[in-house]
Nanobody, 121 residues
């Protein structure tokens, strides 16, 4: 397993942008697929985006496709989530996770503590 720490959350107006970062510890970071999930109050955790170990393959939830971009820098043990065109419904705690290349949370073994993203209307 790897240890993951997210950063970059905050309060932004609708239409604005944020970039989340997730720093991983451990030498095996490049062997893991990475994913971003989010959980809004009163809702279940949902898939946002995933990228393969190389970053060459990516997958997005329909709700964020065309607005969010996942990327990774294996030299820096970091995965990013660039979020543009933010909407109030994007408000949630965002979690990064390491595991298999999947949109299913059960396929991920390691999770960060989460970072709050709040989008005001």
């Amino acid at each position: 397993q790897v240890q993951l720490v997210e950063s970059g959350g905050g309060l932004v107006q609708a239409g604005g942008s944020l970039r989340l970062s997730c720093a991983a510890s451990g030498r095996l970071f490049s062997s893991y697929a990475m994913g971003w999930f989010r959980q809004a109050p009163g809702k279940e955790r949902e898939f946002v985006a995933a990228c393969s170990w190389s970053g060459g393959s990516t997958n997005y939830a329909d709700s964020v496709k065309g607005r969010f971009t996942i990327s990774r820098d294996n030299a820096k043990n970091t995965v990013y989530l660039q979020m543009n065109g933010l909407k109030p419904e994007d408000t949630a705690v965002y979690y990064c996770a390491a595991g298999l290349y999947s949109s299913t949370s059960n396929d991920y073994d390691s999770w960060g503590q989460g970072t709050q993203v709040t989008v005001s209307s």
